[in-house]
Every structure is written in structure tokens, then in C-alpha cells.
């Protein structure tokens, strides 16, 4: 089992900043990949980054690319999300996603990731 808590989130004028965490714990040994997904209110979750556990190899959604960064400390267990330049429509719950698995369907895929934290809400005023 792995467990996910993020931190981080908060209300940010448009234009700004945010660095979002993800601490995960229990047997992180077995990590292979972390993502990024947001969910706003009345929509489908919906992803935004991801990075290779070890390797360090991350993809981004076309509506982050430039703006948002995945970053990973695999000593501290942490995965972190900048996001700069926020717009109000980056406005939503933020997940920190875990994946065990060495095969699948894509990184973007909701579906890919078995373990998910309990999420933080990012807003962007305009």
C-alpha cells in the first residue's frame, strides 16, 4: 500500500504562484511513476503532469505545458507541482496520483494510477 497527502493548495490571484506536495508513504519502494490531476466542479478529472519514479522522465497536458513543473525528491518521498502564471480556469482539486505498476495505459490515464490522495483545492481569482 502506498499512501498519498498533498499540501500546497490555496487561493492565488491570476498571474500567480502555487507549489503543490505530495508526501507518499508505505511501501514507496514500489513506485514506479507519480502523477498530477485536477478535478473543477462539474467536470471529468482531468490530467495534468507525470514523472517517472526513477528516471525522472515527465509529461505534461497541453494546457500546463510552460506554465506547470513536476519535480520529484525520491529521498524525502515527495513530489511536488509549481505552477506559475495560474489562470482561473487551473482552478480545481488538485490529486497526487501513484502508480506500482511497470505496465499499462498512459501516463494521462486516471486508470493508470491505484493509489490517489485526498486532494487540494487550488483557486484563482481573476
Known amino acids: 500500500q502506498v499512501q498519498l497527502v498533498e499540501s500546497g493548495g490555496g487561493l492565488v490571484q491570476a498571474g500567480g504562484s502555487l507549489r503543490l506536495s505530495c508526501a507518499a508513504s508505505?511501501?514507496?519502494?514500489?513506485?514506479?511513476?507519480m502523477g498530477w490531476f485536477r478535478q473543477a466542479p462539474g467536470k471529468e478529472r482531468e490530467f495534468v503532469a507525470a514523472i517517472n519514479w526513477s528516471w525522472g522522465t515527465n509529461d505534461y497536458a497541453d494546457s500546463v505545458k510552460g506554465r506547470f513543473t513536476i519535480a520529484r525528491d525520491n529521498a524525502k518521498n515527495m513530489v511536488y507541482l509549481q505552477m506559475n502564471s495560474l489562470k482561473p480556469e487551473d482552478t480545481a482539486v488538485y490529486y497526487c496520483?501513484?502508480?506500482?505498476?511497470?505496465?499499462?495505459?498512459?501516463?494521462?490515464?486516471?486508470?493508470?494510477?491505484?493509489?490517489w490522495g485526498q486532494g487540494t483545492q487550488v483557486t484563482v481569482s481573476s
Open positions: 508505505g511501501r514507496t519502494f514500489n513506485i514506479y511513476a
Open positions: 496520483a501513484a502508480t506500482i505498476n511497470y505496465s499499462g495505459s498512459s501516463y494521462s490515464t486516471a486508470t493508470r494510477y491505484e493509489y
